[in-house]
């Protein structure tokens, strides 16, 4: 055979489509045709023809062609033969059948782990490069046993690879498939077989302190159980299907605390009572996803009654956090708000001057300090949030030039109580202290309204 002449027809091969090439069989497992000489001939050689028999002989030359071709593992080359071998007479079929079969497997064995080569994973690639490099035996053992080995390797790593790739993969696996990629088709088939069962034990038991950690009741009851039972099953039993159930009956219980508390606000508590009418689904949404926005609500319409019924220094700092970020927002009702309410009752305390005359009496509601009258007679108003409550006491006097006096006692009880007396006329104070989350657009339409009571009876007196 011609070595340079056996290149060109494999390179040609190669580019071919990989269809035209079936899976051919090595040229040392072939059956041997009819006819040959050799141990292996059979009982059809052509020494056993009996003298004269030409025509036999090519009539059983010519049948075991054809059955060559037939045979789906033929390759290209030997098939072309083949063919090409049937459309001459004896002489053509015995010269196939002696010299081209063989050399035409030897060519298709090339061709056919070439393409195997081209497609392969990198085991596959390094044992048909071997092959090709070492000849015709090294490539007619390649394609009988060699590849499915470097095959085998292959699957294995890419399972590896996978593992790897796998976000919820723990950390012991993790390094052991690391490790297991290192090496060579023993180190990973040891770690699929032996290692990776108890590396996934191990991690399912960390993975299962710790959502016993961070559970609710449920869920602490459930994993608990699983660790008693002291099997990897029992373990990773809860966490494909236990915890699930366990974290359900938590989130619902978590829900109806938030229904229950009185400082929930009307657009969070709604929404919690719809996740309560739904699947595991919806509540885990309601707490994980829905709750912040809900509350972030709730916060904002807050503060807009606390603008509607504060003194003017709350009016500014509650403004200031409405048109502000929700970091603003939480601020200012955890700090803000007080310090804003302080400043509005520290100068309500200062005396103040005015003209008019009348007397009158008030009480309102709430808790703070300080108590005044200005020249109409009203009453300085203070501001409690939704949902809190505490106590002070306090005195204020104040004065107007018309003769009106009021005084003010504030008791922790959080009431106020004013008295009055002047020349003529009446006053009414009303107080928005303690507002929930359904009185404080009330609280401020009442004062507005007192005021407009004050304003009607004071216009005879002006006249």
Not at 80 to 97: D, I, P, S, T
Not at 213 to 239: I, N
Not at 405 to 414: D, E, V
Request: without cysteine; aromatic residues 4%.
């Amino acid at each position: 055979m011609k070595l340079p002449r056996v290149s060109a027809v494999v390179a040609a091969a190669v580019l071919a489509p990989a269809v035209l090439f079936p899976s051919t069989a090595s040229a040392s497992d072939a059956p041997k045709p009819i006819g040959l000489s050799g141990p292996d001939t059979g009982s059809d050689s052509a020494k056993d023809a009996a003298p004269g028999d030409d025509d036999g002989q090519e009539q059983r030359d010519r049948a075991e062609v054809k059955r060559i071709l037939a045979d789906p593992k033929s390759g290209f080359g030997v098939r072309e033969a083949a063919e090409k071998a049937l459309k001459g007479g004896a002489a053509e079929l015995r010269h196939f059948l002696e010299v081209e079969l063989d050399e035409q497997r030897k060519i298709d064995d090339q061709v056919r782990t070439s393409q195997i080569y081209s497609t392969g994973g990198p085991a596959v690639k390094a044992a048909a490069r071997a092959a090709l490099n070492s000849g015709d035996d090294a490539i007619a053992e390649f394609l009988k046993t060699g590849q499915y080995i470097a095959r085998a390797e292959d699957e294995d790593r890419a399972e590896v690879e996978a593992l790897l790739a796998d976000p919820k993969t723990g950390p012991g696996v993790r390094e052991g498939a690391e490790n297991a990629l290192k090496g060579g088709a023993a180190e990973l088939r040891r770690f699929l077989d032996v290692q990776l069962p108890k590396l996934r034990g191990d991690d399912n038991r960390v993975k299962l302190a710790q959502l016993m950690d961070k559970g609710g009741k449920a869920v602490r009851e459930a994993a608990g159980k699983a660790l008693d039972a002291g099997t990897d099953e029992a373990v990773e039993a809860f966490l494909n299907s236990g915890f699930a159930k366990a974290q359900f009956e938590d989130d619902r219980v978590e829900v109806l605390r938030i229904i229950a508390d009185k400082e929930t606000g009307p657009v969070t508590a709604a929404a919690a009572q719809k996740a309560m009418d739904g699947n595991a689904e919806d509540v885990r949404r309601f707490l994980t996803v829905e709750l912040p926005n809900l509350r972030f609500s709730d916060n904002r319409l807050k503060v807009s009654q606390i603008i509607e019924t504060g003194g003017p220094a709350v009016k500014k700092a509650a403004m200031a956090a409405f048109e502000g970020s929700y970091a603003d927002l939480l601020a200012f009702l955890k700090e803000g708000w007080a310090k804003a309410r302080a400043e509005d009752e520290a100068a309500a305390a200062k005396p103040g001057t005015g003209t008019g005359t009348g007397t009158g009496t008030g009480t309102g509601t709430g808790t703070g300090t300080g108590t005044g009258t200005d020249g109409s007679g009203q009453q300085p108003q203070t501001v409690q949030p939704a949902g809190l409550t505490g106590t002070g006491t306090g005195t204020g006097t104040g004065t107007t030039t018309g003769g009106t006096t009021t005084t003010g006692a504030r008791t922790g009880n959080g009431t106020t109580a004013s008295t009055g007396s002047t020349g003529s006329g009446t006053l009414a104070a009303t107080g928005s202290d303690g507002l929930g989350w359904e009185a404080g657009g009330a609280a401020a339409a009442l004062a507005a309204g007192a005021a407009m009571v004050v304003a009607a009876r004071r216009r005879p007196t002006e006249s």
